[in-house]
């Protein structure tokens, strides 16, 4: 890592994309923070133009900064989608100025707005890791999970409801009913049992051996027996 005056209000330290900038001391908003700097390149020249890495700042169609060197340590300020900072580029003087948007407190990430060109080369194709993009992100997984939960719970509920049908459905074909409805394909309340008539009507499922009231038998008295004859 280069060498950082002590007077200087930022470090380079360890962020959550790989090495960062982070405030050592309170950044007030509109303050110049740091200089972007490197060798300039010409694109009218096919050597300069030939150039090619993440560092080059564009000032205009023929000037860029090639900040890929060490000492340029504002080539550790990372990117952000929601940033604390900005670029201030003033193409006639050929120089960039890293300026803060927001008051930026000691140990918070220096971080400024890349540019679409940049993000749709370098990052898009990886996925924006800044915070606010993090945060999305975040944002959605939970969103897919309750989302998830939601059908799950439906999914049961529907089965549930089919289940308590299908149920009912059962006990209604298989249930005892009362008040003369079929109940295992036996009628009640006298009028047909197991091919049986009841109530005196017929019986052993044909109509032969009725059952009628018979009359008592006439009982004839019988005649004395005769006295025997008396011997003289």
Same mark, same amino acid.
């Given at each position: 890592?280069?060498?950082? %005056?002590?007077?200087? %209000?930022?470090? @380079? ?12 001391? %309170? ?6 923070? !740091? ?6 390149? +010409?694109?009218?020249?096919?050597? #300069? #133009?030939?150039?090619?890495? *993440? ?10 900064? +090639? ?5 340029? @340590? ?8 929601? %940033?604390?900072?900005?670029?201030? /580029?003033?193409?006639?003087?050929? *120089? ?7 008051? !930026? ?7 400024? #707005?890349?540019?679409? #060109?940049?993000?749709? =080369? ?15 992100? &975040? ?29 009912? &459905? ?10 003369? /409805?079929?109940?295992?394909? /036996?009628?009640?309340?006298?009028? &047909? ?21 018979? *009359? ?8 004395? =027996? ?7």
């Amino acid at each position: 890592m280069p060498a950082i %005056p002590a007077n200087k %209000p930022y470090r @380079v330290g360890r962020s959550s994309t790989g090495l960062g900038l982070f405030a050592t001391k %309170p950044i007030k908003k509109g303050t110049k923070i !740091i200089r972007y700097f490197g060798p300039l390149l +010409d694109s009218k020249k096919k050597k #300069d #133009d030939a150039i090619e890495n *993440k560092y080059l700042f564009e000032l205009n169609n023929r000037w860029t900064i +090639d900040g890929s060197v060490r000492k340029n @340590v504002a080539r550790y300020i990372n990117h952000a989608c929601k %940033p604390n900072a900005e670029s201030d /580029v003033k193409p006639r003087k050929r *120089k960039v100025f890293i300026r803060a948007i927001k008051n !930026i407190e000691p140990g918070e990430e220096i971080n400024y #707005d890349y540019g679409t #060109d940049y993000f749709k =080369a370098y990052l898009k194709p990886i996925g924006c890791k800044c915070a606010a993009c993090e945060k999305k992100r &975040k944002k959605k997984r939970a969103e897919a999970r309750a989302e998830k939960l939601r059908l799950k719970a439906k999914a049961e509920r529907k089965a549930l409801k089919q289940a308590e049908k299908l149920a009912a &459905k059962a006990a209604k074909k298989n249930g005892a009913s009362a008040n003369g /409805v079929k109940a295992n394909g /036996v009628k009640m309340n006298g009028v &047909k049992a197991n091919g049986k008539h009841l109530n005196g009507k017929h019986l052993n499922g044909n109509g032969q051996g009725k059952v009628t009231a018979r *009359k008592p038998l006439a009982v004839r008295p019988r005649a004395p =027996a005769p006295e025997p004859a008396l011997q003289a």
